[in-house]
């Protein structure tokens, strides 16, 4: 089987030297780990349909594995997958200027396209993760990210894609027509699919126009609900394009962390704000202090307190993650009780305008089934941002209906007929 995976895409990318395997075999946080005869890494999508129809004759099941850096254990064969890497497909077209539009292999980075489209267009995506998280892991798992509240994620961004179907068929619609009412939106179906139905191998993106003034303010606020009553003070006077949460737990863990001093006064919670404007529109905005960025050196130093979170955490032990969606008014509610529940220390941040948090639970492995429930309970969604994975596939039925996973299974049934690609991601075993 390896001779006929060499064959197709060349025997120096036919990775099996165990160390170097290794990095692909753990995910981010190292709580998924697992075990791969191979890790292939093919160059072009018609190398990519070659492994996949291989494969598929083969019997043999395949991670799809962009920048490793998902959070719901869904891109590391636990089940001795063969990995196909998709990092070296990382190059960048032109940018269509009246279109405002690009399209790139699935291995670009985000970091790569944000520069590449720098300064006349902007991205529209932003997370912390940049420099290593691939476009067609963001795609794969519909990825939100800090500027979600102006710009909705990766699915109102996509606007083209080309993928190979778990048959080893190419599916290429890359034209970027604004207007397109052509039968089924596979790009929008293949988002957030993470990995199960098809190989994103490139995407068209379509990208926003940067803002004019961009201000960014850390805030102190007096709790949740002061950070959702100062987000909507601030999206009424000017358009929003960040509004992100850390509580005081996080911000001292990050302080720690960094050896970075206190950035503003104490406080129960800190918002991190960035709009298109004037700096007087926080005038408009309660808050018990602030500090203000207006030079990029001064940018970064403020969100290092918020996007430093996710590294904080894991320095301390290995986290569980829940990454969920809560309808607005239970958010505040819903952070007090989420605090109580298991034995381990929690951590809560987030995208907070989007009712999207973070809760990282350490030094309790059985919280998942509380939390989660407790979630369901609010009318919330398990998964904002991240996924389904491996993490959470148990509990998929807390939000969706029977009608709704059996539409999955035929869907997945439809595009991937041998079931080899995720095969760990996404439904619960039946
Ligand atoms: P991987 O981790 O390699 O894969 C993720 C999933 O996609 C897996 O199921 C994998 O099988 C599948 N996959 C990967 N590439 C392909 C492909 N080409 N075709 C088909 N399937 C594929 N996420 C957010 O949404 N918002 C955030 O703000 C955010 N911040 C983060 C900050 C940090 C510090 C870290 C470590 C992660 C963060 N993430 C965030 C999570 C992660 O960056 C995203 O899920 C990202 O989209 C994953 O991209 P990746 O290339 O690393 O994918
Ligand atoms: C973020 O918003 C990411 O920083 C990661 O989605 C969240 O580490 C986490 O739980
Ligand atoms: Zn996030």
């Known amino acids: 089987v390896l001779d006929g995976l060499r064959e197709l895409v060349g025997a120096e990318h036919v990775l099996v030297d165990a160390d170097v395997r290794a990095g692909y075999e ?17 160059a072009s999508v018609d190398e990519v ?38 990092r070296r497909l990382s190059s960048i077209g032109p940018v269509d200027d ?44 519909n990825a939100g990210g800090t500027s979600f509240v102006r710009h ?17 068929s190419i599916v290429r619609h890359l034209g970027g027509l604004a207007k397109d009412n052509t039968g089924y939106d596979l790009a929008g179906l293949l988002c957030g699919s993470e990995g199960t139905l098809g190989v994103v191998t490139a995407a068209r993106l379509q990208l926003v126009v940067p803002p004019r003034n961009v201000v960014t303010a850390l805030c102190a606020v007096d709790g949740v609900e002061g950070a959702l009553r100062a987000v909507r003070q601030l999206r009424a006077a ?22 970075l001093p206190q950035p503003v006064t104490a406080a129960p919670a800190y918002l991190v704000l960035e709009w298109d404007g004037a700096v007087e529109a926080l005038r408009s905005v309660e808050v018990l202090d602030a500090v203000v960025a207006e030079d ?33 008014p239970g958010l505040a509610r819903f952070v007090d009780e989420v605090r109580t529940l298991g034995s381990g220390t929690t ?14 639970v350490l030094g309790d492995d059985d ?64």
């Open 26 to 42: 753990v995910d981010w946080t190292g709580r998924f780990r697992g075990a791969t005869p191979a890790v292939v890494r093919p």
């Open 49 to 86: 349909a070659a492994v996949v129809a291989y494969c598929r004759a083969e019997g043999i099941a395949v991670v799809p594995q962009g920048g490793n850096t998902g959070l719901v254990g869904g891109s590391v064969p636990l089940d001795g997958e063969v990995v196909l890497s998709l």
């Open 98 to 141: 009246l279109a405002g539009q690009v399209t790139m292999g699935a291995g670009v980075t985000l970091g790569a396209l944000q520069a590449a489209v720098a300064p006349g267009w902007s991205a529209g995506l932003d997370l912390a993760a940049r420099d290593s998280a691939t476009i067609g892991g963001m795609v794969a798992t």
């Open 152 to 168: 909705g994620g990766m699915r109102a961004r996509l606007a083209g894609i080309e993928a190979v179907l778990g048959d080893g």
């Open 238 to 259: 000017v358009p929003v394009d960040a509004a992100e949460l850390v509580l005081d737990e996080g911000l001292q863990l990050v302080r720690t962390h960094l050896g």
């Open 296 to 328: 990029e050196g001064r940018r970064q130093a403020l969100w290092r307190y918020r996007d430093a979170q996710t590294e904080a955490v894991n320095a301390v032990g290995v986290p569980h993650k829940f990454d969920v969606t809560l309808p607005p």
């Open 347 to 360: 951590i809560v941040f987030g995208h907070v305008a989007d009712g999207n948090l973070h809760v990282n």
């Open 367 to 430: 919280v998942d089934d509380d939390v989660l429930r407790l979630v369901a309970g609010y009318g919330g969604s398990i998964s904002a941002e991240h996924g389904i994975g491996t993490a959470k596939k148990r509990w998929l039925h807390l939000v969706r209906s029977e009608a709704e996973i059996a539409a999955f299974r035929a869907i997945k049934r439809a595009l991937d007929p041998a079931g080899i690609l995720n095969p760990n991601v996404l439904l619960p075993p039946l």
